[in-house]
Structures are given as structure tokens and as C-alpha cells.
């Protein structure tokens, strides 16, 4: 007979190099009991010894490697049965740009798991197949292309590392275009229709965080009016996302260079956001990369 879960579960996967370990670390330093490198059969097993004992595991995080097609046959199995027991776990799926897993690669001096004789962006694309189906389901996906391991342990933390507070959390993220669009974003918003300070002498050595950048993007004729237009595109999805039980979104909102418009924006709707029901985190992926 199924029964509701006594702990939270969540499961950890992704792309090898994308940050699994680092994510791990975070949900360990936040309470969470954590098992690395677990078999996917094994997670129902896991799963029953916790639900043995709740109330010492009360958080219980394992990261799953399903970079093979067997294991990934065997994730799913495992995915099924849990659920079925009446647990609901969240699945976490870390990514990256092949350019990003490839310099991480590079940088350590190890070949990609799936790269036998052949190049390692090979084996890049062979794992990203394998996991396509996986990557489409997760009920969060965060792309870690262009963090260091301390943006991605603050962003991880305030993803998933605490439980409480609002039933949705939002997190709207600035970005350049030339840096390529954001993996994660659910919704992504241009902001190039905006006159560019990056061309005005006066505002160009500061950025969107800053008042005079700010007033000076909020002030153009149409700014304010997008504004409201999401606002109010927003409030049906998000009741829908309530509805569906979706915890995470992520807001994307680009300019060129991801250093003046994006960055104004992107903190004027994270501030018109937050509220009882949601609550939002602001990430400047691109901030200070010119």
C-alpha cells in the first residue's frame, strides 16, 4: 500500500563535469543526508531504509550517474517504484555547454567517462543523448556554464537548499546574448528593444546594479509598460505552475552584452515579484565578463 512520504527526497543528475559534486556539497552543508555515486537500483532500497527512520533523515539527497543506457533503464525503473510507494522526489539535472564541459575536462586533465578512443566532445554528445529524455522531465534544471564553483554553490543553495518560505521561487536571470541564451530558462525576455547605455560615455562604465544605469533604462518609453505586460502574463502561469506543483522557475532576461538593460530589468521584476506565494532569487550570469 502506498503511503505519503515521512522525508524529502531528491534525486541529483546530469552531465558528468556540469557540477553534481559541487550541488552535493551544498545540500550536505544545508542538512540534507547525502549519497554520492549511488546506483540507480538501488534507489528504492535507499529510499525504504530512510522511510524506516524519517525522523533522523528527514532530507535525504542522492546523486545518480545514469551515464550508461543500462543505468538509465534502471533510473527509471527505480524513478517508478518510488513513486509508486508513494514517494515524491525532485529531480535535480545539472547541464553545461559542451564548450564549458570540455574546458572543465581539460582543466583537470581527465578524459570524459563515455569518451573511449574516440574525442572527448564524443563522449559529451553520447551522455547528452543517453540523458535527453532525463534533462526534458527534471523538475529542475540548472545550467552551470558560466559559474565558479562559488556562484554555483550560492545558486544551488538558494534553489534547493532550504525548504521553507514560499510555495514557488523564481529566479530571473540576466544574461548576453553573445554569451549564448541561458539552458535553464523556462521563459526568456529581449531587452535589446531598449536604447543601449553601453553607447552613452557617461553610463557605459556602469552597470544596471547601479542608480544612474537604472533610472536611465526604466525611464525609456516602453519600459515600465513591459514591465506590467509580464506581470500580468506571469500571473496565470505562475497560479498554473501552484496548480501543478512546480517549485522553480527560471526568468531569463537578455540585452547584449548582459551588462546594462538585462541587469536593471532583471532586478525591477525580481522586486515586482516577490511576494507571500514567491519567492524570487536574482542571478547576473554575465555581470563583469566584458
Not at 586533465?109 to 559529451?124: S, T
Request: aromatic share 6%.
Amino acid at each position: 500500500m502506498s503511503h505519503p512520504p515521512r522525508a524529502e527526497l531528491m534525486i541529483v543528475t546530469g552531465m558528468s563535469g556540469a557540477g553534481r559534486s559541487t550541488a552535493a556539497n551544498v545540500l550536505e552543508d544545508q542538512g540534507w543526508y547525502v549519497v554520492d555515486n549511488l546506483p540507480p537500483q538501488l534507489l528504492p532500497d535507499l529510499a525504504g531504509l530512510v522511510d524506516a527512520s524519517a525522523e533522523d533523515v528527514p532530507r535525504l539527497a542522492a546523486v545518480v550517474d545514469v551515464r550508461s543506457r543500462a543505468f538509465f533503464t534502471d533510473f527509471r525503473a527505480g524513478l517508478e517504484r518510488l513513486r509508486d510507494d508513494g514517494w515524491r522526489p525532485s529531480v535535480v539535472f545539472m547541464d553545461a555547454t559542451d564548450e564549458a564541459l570540455v574546458r572543465r575536462f581539460e582543466s583537470v586533465r581527465r578524459p570524459h567517462p563515455l569518451q573511449g578512443e574516440g574525442r572527448m566532445l564524443d563522449g559529451i554528445i553520447r551522455e547528452r543523448e543517453i540523458l535527453r529524455d532525463l534533462r526534458s522531465n527534471a523538475d529542475i534544471l540548472i545550467d552551470t556554464s558560466g559559474l565558479n564553483v562559488h556562484q554555483l554553490s550560492a545558486k544551488v543553495h538558494e534553489l534547493v537548499g532550504d525548504t521553507g518560505g514560499p510555495a514557488l521561487r523564481v529566479a530571473v536571470m540576466s544574461f548576453g546574448f553573445k554569451y549564448g541564451i541561458p539552458l535553464d530558462a523556462d521563459l526568456v525576455f529581449d531587452m535589446r528593444f531598449l536604447p543601449n547605455p553601453f553607447w552613452n560615455p557617461e553610463l557605459r562604465p556602469f552597470s544596471g546594479k547601479d542608480e544612474v544605469v537604472r533610472d536611465f533604462v526604466l525611464g525609456q518609453p516602453g519600459a515600465r509598460e513591459f514591465l506590467d505586460g509580464v506581470l500580468a502574463l506571469l500571473e496565470p502561469m505562475t497560479q498554473g505552475y501552484l496548480r501543478e506543483g512546480r517549485s522553480y522557475v527560471t526568468l531569463a532576461v537578455g540585452c547584449t552584452g548582459g551588462k546594462h538593460r538585462s541587469v536593471a530589468m532583471a532586478e525591477e521584476l525580481a522586486k515586482r515579484l516577490a511576494s507571500d506565494q514567491l519567492g524570487t532569487l536574482v542571478v547576473h550570469r554575465d555581470l563583469g565578463r566584458e
